[in-house]
């Protein structure tokens, strides 16, 4: 018998596989297709202080193996997430969940933060830094070490739950923001988040995307994932949560052994929303082909 | 919601560029005329959405028809057997209660495929179907014969007048006698010129580019007068008083 759980500051998940922020709702909604408690634990959708649209539309681009989104954090705002989503998926997930929150300011990292360490469903903060700064000009927060290192400073001060910093991959020397959250108290490491793409439509001759850039996913990035989390790996020693590009249960593995201690699924869960639940259950299997019979003893086995 | 393995039956050119396919597989999900089903296609990464034509629940078949608008149809069209990834008995389709006794289905080009089902299913119910079909022109007609073989008064317009009423969906709408009220797919432009050219109420079927097709990734949302709304899960259909242009 294959053991595939594995432990984030010390909280034992069933399985590796979670579900990214952005692609899975709330959860609840997964659950009319399968029983989403197997899941290791869940990263619901970005959560920021006031209720969000986000974007125009079209928000969406397909690419090889992969599709830009620009959805821009559309979510019904801290409140109501508290008050109703999260009651609303604690009828179906009975597991600590991820709960990752973006913020436009560090006030408000600082209030997500104080308001998710309230719910006890709450397991690990994960802190989205792509955003942009509105008072530093603009510049996302997860581009500059020392902007990096304050969101983690803010959140540290508010919560006592494990505080995961979620790296953007456009920038120079992901290691060097690593070293930066890590040395103002982040618990761990979410990485990647969506690399910056653009598609042009050959038939307008313009960008396809409203918002004219997004987040690119899918496949098409579990290379550069994996080399970005291989390299983090060596630099820190808090664990890495990896995503990029997930869509087997060889991938997982292959992600674990460059450093990750648990694996998010994103892009896949919307072209196959069992994708998840196909990883969980092709895992021991996999395990066994590989010669593994605790998957936790693998993290950063490649090094 | 149901993923399946789904045959191709048939799938053939009924106008230029525009395709009939007809897939055998559990269609116990598609609940409603308007819902759509989302196809896996080998080589793309994301799912083709496309709207429901007809089911035949005693064969266990779903039809759709498709323009080639794009890399992803244009491998569609080449299709003449084999198995697909098929999500079934997505979105919020049309809701045959609303019609009153006499409704008039109204489709544009593309968005005349959905309109076949749901007219079936007034008819069904013992309702008046005028069904509208909205073309370019003469040679790009579809579908016109199968919404007269099932009962409805049809009534044809082209944008360039060579067959039927000159014009649009619109000015055909003028001379339907007594309607109750009206169902549409079609471009955004003509449901707009509908919403704005008549008082009677209804029901619009809208597009967007989307990402899942089930809810999960927010790609297809849009502001309503009752909230924000996902295309593809609380849509396509939106009812006429809620839309904000």
């Known amino acids: ?303 | 919601m149901n993923k399946g393995i789904y045959k191709i039956i048939e799938n053939k050119c009924i106008a230029p560029m525009v395709y009939k396919m007809v897939l055998s597989g559990d269609v116990s999900h598609i609940t409603a005329p308007g819902q759509f089903i989302n196809i896996a296609l080998e080589g793309f990464y994301l799912r083709r959405p496309i709207s429901v034509h007809d089911v035949d629940r005693e064969a266990g078949t779903v039809t759709v028809i498709y323009k080639v608008v794009g890399r992803g149809t244009e491998a569609m069209m080449n299709m003449t057997e084999g198995e697909l990834d098929v999500l079934t008995g997505l979105g919020n389709g049309f809701d045959t209660s609303l019609s009153g006794d006499h409704a008039v289905v109204i489709g544009g080009g593309v968005g005349v495929p959905p309109m076949f089902l749901l007219a079936k299913e007034l008819i069904a119910e013992g309702k008046k179907v005028t069904a509208i079909l909205g073309f370019n022109k003469k040679e790009e007609i579809f579908c016109e014969d199968d919404f007269k073989a099932i009962g409805a008064d049809v009534i044809v317009a082209t944008a360039d007048g060579s067959y039927g009423v000159k014009g649009f969906v619109t000015n055909a709408l003028e001379t339907v006698e007594a309607p109750t009220f009206y169902y549409a797919c079609g471009p955004e432009p003509m449901l707009k010129a509908l919403y704005n050219a008549s008082e009677l109420d209804g029901q619009l079927s809208f597009e967007e580019r989307m990402g899942c097709g089930f809810g999960a990734c927010m790609g297809c949302s849009c502001k309503t007068k009752y909230g924000n709304k996902r295309i593809c899960k609380e849509g396509p259909v939106l009812r006429k008083g809620e839309i904000i242009w």
Not at chain 1, 194 to 212: D, E, Q, S
């Open chain 1, 1 to 303: 018998m294959v053991d595939i759980s594995t432990t984030l500051s010390g909280i034992k998940l069933d399985n590796p596989v979670i579900p990214a922020s952005g692609t899975f709702g709330f959860g609840y909604e997964f659950a009319d297709y399968y029983d989403i408690n197997i899941l290791g634990s869940i990263s619901f959708k970005g959560t920021t202080a006031e209720p969000r649209f986000g974007n125009p539309t079209p928000r969406i681009a397909e690419c090889t193996e992969g599709l830009i989104n620009s959805v821009g954090l559309q979510n019904p705002g801290v409140e109501k997430v508290v008050n109703e989503e999260l009651p609303h998926l604690a009828k179906f997930y009975k597991k600590p969940l991820i709960a990752n929150i973006s913020g436009f300011s560090l006030d408000e990292y600082k209030l997500c933060a104080e308001k998710m360490d309230a719910v006890d469903q709450v397991g690990i903060i994960e802190v989205n830094i792509s955003c942009p700064n509105v008072h530093g000009g603009g510049i996302s927060f997860g581009t500059n070490a020392a902007a990096a290192a304050s969101v983690a400073k803010t959140v540290r001060s508010v919560t006592n739950k494990p505080v995961y910093i979620k790296l953007t991959p456009n920038v120079t020397d992901i290691t060097e923001i690593a070293r930066a959250v890590e040395a103002e108290g982040a618990d761990g490491i979410s990485m990647i988040n969506t690399l910056l793409g653009m598609r042009i439509n050959l038939k307008t001759k313009k960008p396809v995307i409203a918002n004219k850039m997004g987040g690119f996913s899918g496949p098409a990035i579990f290379p550069v994932a994996c080399r970005m989390i291989y390299q983090v790996y060596e630099a820190v020693n808090i664990p890495i949560i990896g995503m990029g590009g997930v869509r087997s249960a060889d991938d997982v593995i292959e992600l674990m052994l460059a450093g990750a201690s648990a694996v998010q699924v994103g892009a896949e869960n919307l072209v196959n929303p069992y994708a998840c639940k196909d990883i969980i259950e092709a895992l021991p299997e996999a395990c066994e082909k590989y010669g593994i019979n605790k998957l936790s003893d693998i993290i950063g086995g490649a090094h």
